[in-house]
């Protein structure tokens, strides 16, 4: 059976139409916004991607420095535990040596009635009245030492005494501290560091006991002393910065606070009284932060009145105090 003329020809429109919309859609998909809007998800799914990728490594850092500073902690923790256990057996060694010797036991602090001193300030038995000592002298000067404003220098509160009567009792009266010796020149280094500087604070870290050749204690206490630069600071200890070529270095330090990272290593004799005293200021830690360099801080320090021990002044030796201490004990 044979198609009719007009049959074919309405099959051929049909499939020229079919492949008309078939060539309609095709464009449609290949038109610029729809090549446009997959191109925008694609992206849209990569930045997703690359989003939780960055917070899955934030993710991960967070957990690396929580357990960095866990492990420091425990780390910081063990230590302080094995040096309070050395300090333990070095006092239980000394306090053996006292007995077996038949020496007296030493007394690290004043026999008066001091009310502004902590209640450990009072005659004790055992061999860790050397770490008191240390913690009483620490505590007993941690805001300086005032005396009147002008020479002659006298106490100018009760607290000033008391702290005498500390160091009387509790200190040799020849005792050695850096280039000086006697109980007046170790007042008189902290007359000066309390005047010449704004605000005066020790901020102690930890004490312990340490191994010494000969029968004498020695305790080692890490501190931070925390002064205020100002005018007096300058005029006393940094004369040189008041000079026109160095007023930039001045405008970076003055009425600024450093904190000084300080050791302070205490002898004992075999009364239990402080026989040497050394100290060690790191300035240049302190400095540093508020100045652009090194260089800089090396200007700051390289002409400044301060001696390799910490000691004020260019005439660090001659005794300013009006008052002389007693020799008898």
Same mark, same amino acid.
Not at 76 to 85: E, H
Not at 189 to 207: K, V
Not at 277 to 303: I, K, T
């Given at each position: 059976?044979?198609?009719?003329?007009?049959?074919?020809?309405?099959?051929?429109?049909?499939?020229?139409? $079919?492949?008309?919309? &078939?060539?309609? %859609?095709?464009?449609? +998909?290949?038109?610029?916004? %729809? @090549?446009?809007?997959?191109?925008?998800?694609?992206?849209? +799914?990569?930045?997703?991607?690359?989003?939780?990728?960055?917070?899955?490594?934030?993710?991960?850092?967070?957990?690396? =420095?929580?357990? !960095? #500073?866990?492990?420091?902690?425990?780390?910081?923790?063990?230590? %302080?535990?094995?040096?309070?256990?050395?300090?333990? @057996?070095?006092?239980?060694?000394?306090?053996? #040596?006292?007995?077996?010797?038949?020496?007296?036991?030493?007394?690290?602090?004043?026999?008066?009635?001091?009310?502004? =001193?902590?209640?450990?300030?009072?005659?004790?038995?055992?061999?860790?009245?050397?770490?008191?000592?240390?913690?009483?002298?620490?505590?007993?000067?941690?805001?300086?030492?005032?005396?009147?404003?002008?020479?002659?220098?006298?106490?100018?509160? $009760?607290?000033?005494?008391?702290?005498?009567?500390?160091?009387?009792?509790?200190?040799?009266?020849?005792? !050695?501290?850096?280039?000086?010796?006697?109980?007046? %020149?170790?007042?008189? #280094?902290?007359?000066?560091?309390?005047?010449?500087?704004?605000?005066?604070?020790?901020?102690?870290?930890?004490?312990?006991?340490?191994?010494?050749?000969?029968?004498?204690?020695?305790?080692?206490?890490?501190?931070?002393?925390?002064?205020?630069? @100002?005018?007096?600071?300058?005029?006393?200890?940094?004369?040189? !910065?008041? &000079?026109? &070529?160095?007023?930039?270095?001045?405008?970076?330090? =003055?009425?600024? #606070?450093?904190?000084?990272?300080?050791? !302070?290593?205490?002898?004992?004799?075999?009364?239990?009284?402080?026989?040497?005293?050394?100290?060690?200021?790191?300035?240049?830690?302190?400095?540093?932060?508020?100045?652009? $360099?090194?260089?800089?801080?090396?200007?700051?320090?390289?002409?400044?009145?301060?001696?390799?021990?910490?000691?004020?002044?260019?005439?660090?030796?001659?005794?300013?105090?009006?008052? @002389?201490?007693?020799?008898?004990?």
């Amino acid at each position: 059976m044979t198609s009719s003329p007009e049959q074919g020809e309405s099959g051929e429109v049909s499939r020229t139409y $079919s492949f008309d919309k &078939q060539l309609i %859609s095709l464009s449609e +998909d290949l038109s610029p916004s %729809s @090549v446009e809007t997959t191109g925008d998800a694609k992206t849209a +799914d990569t930045n997703t991607n690359i989003s939780r990728l960055e917070r899955r490594r934030e993710q991960s850092r967070t957990r690396q =420095l929580r357990y !960095l #500073q866990r492990k420091r902690q425990y780390e910081n923790d063990l230590q %302080s535990s094995v040096d309070t256990l050395q300090s333990d @057996v070095r006092g239980m060694e000394l306090q053996l #040596q006292f007995l077996r010797t038949g020496e007296p036991c030493p007394c690290s602090c004043p026999t008066s009635s001091i009310n502004s =001193l902590p209640p450990s300030l009072t005659p004790t038995t055992t061999s860790s009245n050397f770490l008191q000592t240390a913690r009483d002298l620490v505590h007993c000067f941690r805001f300086g030492f005032s005396t009147t404003a002008s020479p002659p220098w006298i106490p100018c509160s $009760s607290s000033c005494e008391e702290q005498i009567h500390f160091v009387q009792n509790a200190m040799h009266p020849d005792v !050695l501290h850096g280039e000086l010796r006697g109980q007046n %020149s170790f007042l008189e #280094q902290w007359r000066r560091y309390t005047a010449f500087f704004g605000s005066l604070e020790l901020h102690p870290h930890n004490f312990a006991l340490l191994p010494s050749a000969n029968s004498h204690a020695v305790c080692r206490a890490q501190l931070t002393l925390s002064l205020q630069l @100002v005018m007096a600071s300058f005029q006393h200890v940094f004369p040189h !910065l008041l &000079q026109p &070529q160095h007023s930039s270095l001045l405008g970076c330090l =003055l009425n600024h #606070q450093i904190r000084v990272p300080t050791t !302070l290593q205490l002898q004992f004799d075999a009364r239990g009284r402080v026989c040497r005293c050394d100290s060690a200021l790191d300035f240049v830690a302190a400095l540093r932060p508020l100045l652009n $360099s090194y260089a800089d801080v090396a200007n700051v320090l390289q002409r400044a009145h301060i001696s390799p021990c910490g000691h004020l002044g260019p005439g660090a030796g001659p005794l300013d105090l009006a008052f @002389v201490l007693s020799p008898s004990t």
